[in-house]
Every structure is written in structure tokens, then in C-alpha cells.
């Protein structure tokens, strides 16, 4: 299975300021194929089920705000927050699925600091 | 609006069965692949198993191989999720969701404990 690795655990950032997460997977997940990273970032807030923000590592979901970015190739990648917001706060979560089972990081809890 | 609505958690004994159900709206259904995903109590998420969209084609978890059996209703747009010879590792809030491997539409959840 293809282990995702998530750094850090949590992060506290001022209202305003970036937010960065990385991700790390044990082996690529990479299709040179089609070009494409089958690498995904949910967001999940407290009481609700996660949500879907990027897919293919950079592509932002419909409705997604543009503030959320995602960026990264083959192991490693990183979801921003360009300018964090109170409703940013919330667990984060890379999921691959480049091959089965699909596995998801272990979570990055982003707060106000 | 796409709705996926689970139902049938429970607290139940080791070695015991349940049977989870996730109703669908919204959507046509029968073109999409639906998965399970499990939340543990720790917060981590497992994908468990997913099926295509005319039902001939699953896959699984190998932790819940030959325990857990996916299916699905075209007619009723229902998923269900069959689990047998439950174990207290098994205990998770399970979501219904739309999707072979992005996850685009989750259900709200039904919660599994697996106790004695």
C-alpha cells in the first residue's frame, strides 16, 4: 500500500496569513500516461463529512475558493492557503489514488493563531 | 442537490453482523462508481470498498475482505454495505460517497461500534 505521510500535525496561523501543507507519499503516484498525479486534498471541518478541494494535485474543485492552491509532482506535494480565513479551520487531508487501496495522510489540523 | 443519507449503525457485539444502507438523490445514480469510507475514532479515513456502476465490479479493503460485501440497488438508488464477523477495529463512522477514488459527494455518516 502506498503510505501518506502528512507534515506537520498541526499548524497555527494568523488570520490573513499563508498556510502550507505538505504531503508526502511513499512511491509516486505519478501516470506519465495521461500526465497526470492522482493525488487529492480534502477539507474536513468539526461534525461534517470531509469535503473535496483539489484534484490531480492542482485542479480546484467547483465552488472551491481560489485562495486554496495545490502544487507538487511524483512524492511530494503542498496544499496553500493563501490568505487563511476564520472558516478555513479544519482538518486537512491528501488522499492518494494511484493504485489500490487508495490511502489517505494521516490529517493536518489548521488553526487561528 | 446531490443527497447521499446513511442509515443502519449500531452498537453490536464482536463476531456480530450489520448491514449499512445509503440512500441517494440528486444524481443519477447508476452512472456513478460509490464507495464506503471509514472515519475511526482517532480521526484517520480507510477507504473500504467501492462498486461500479452496474454492480459487477468491487473491490475492498483487504482488512474487510471476505467480511464486508458491497452492493448496490439501481432501481431504489441505494448502496448498501453488508458486514459480517464484526471486530472492535471495525468500530468507525461509515460514509456513503460518490465516487471510485475522488471523493466529490459524502454522506453525513452512521457510526459502527464494534463492543462487548
Known amino acids: 500500500d502506498i503510505v501518506m505521510t502528512q507534515s506537520p500535525d498541526s499548524r497555527s496561523v494568523s488570520l490573513g496569513e499563508r498556510a502550507t501543507i505538505n504531503c508526502k507519499s511513499s512511491?509516486?503516484?505519478?501516470?506519465?500516461?495521461?500526465?497526470?498525479?492522482?493525488l487529492a486534498w480534502y477539507q474536513q471541518k468539526p461534525g461534517q463529512p470531509p469535503k473535496l478541494l483539489i484534484y490531480?494535485?492542482?485542479t480546484r474543485e467547483s465552488g472551491v475558493p481560489d485562495r486554496f492552491s495545490g502544487s507538487g509532482s511524483g512524492t511530494d506535494f503542498t496544499l496553500t492557503i493563501s490568505s487563511l480565513q476564520a472558516e478555513d479551520v479544519a482538518v486537512y487531508y491528501c488522499?492518494?489514488?494511484?493504485?489500490?487501496?487508495?490511502?489517505f495522510g494521516q490529517g493536518t489540523k489548521v488553526e487561528i493563531k | 442537490e446531490v443527497q447521499l443519507v446513511e442509515s443502519g449503525g449500531d452498537l453490536v457485539q464482536p463476531g456480530g453482523s450489520l448491514r449499512l444502507s445509503c440512500a441517494a438523490s440528486?444524481?443519477?445514480?447508476?452512472?456513478?462508481?460509490m464507495s464506503w469510507v471509514r472515519q475511526f475514532p482517532g480521526k484517520g479515513l480507510e477507504w473500504v470498498a467501492n462498486?461500479?456502476?452496474?454492480?459487477?465490479?468491487?473491490d475492498y479493503v483487504d482488512s474487510v475482505k471476505g467480511r464486508f460485501t458491497i452492493s448496490r440497488d439501481n432501481a431504489k438508488n441505494s448502496l448498501y454495505l453488508q458486514m459480517n464477523s464484526l471486530r472492535a477495529e471495525d468500530t468507525a463512522v461509515y460514509y456513503c460517497?460518490?465516487?471510485?477514488?475522488?471523493?466529490?459527494?459524502w454522506g453525513q455518516g452512521t457510526l459502527v461500534t464494534v463492543s462487548s
Open positions: 460517497a460518490r465516487g471510485r477514488w475522488n471523493y466529490v459527494s
Open positions: 440528486g444524481f443519477t445514480f447508476s452512472s456513478f462508481w
Open positions: 462498486i461500479g456502476q452496474d454492480g459487477s465490479e468491487k
Open positions: 512511491q509516486s503516484v505519478f501516470y506519465s500516461s495521461n500526465n497526470k498525479n492522482y
Open positions: 490531480w494535485a492542482s
Open positions: 488522499q492518494q489514488s494511484y493504485s489500490t487501496p487508495a490511502t
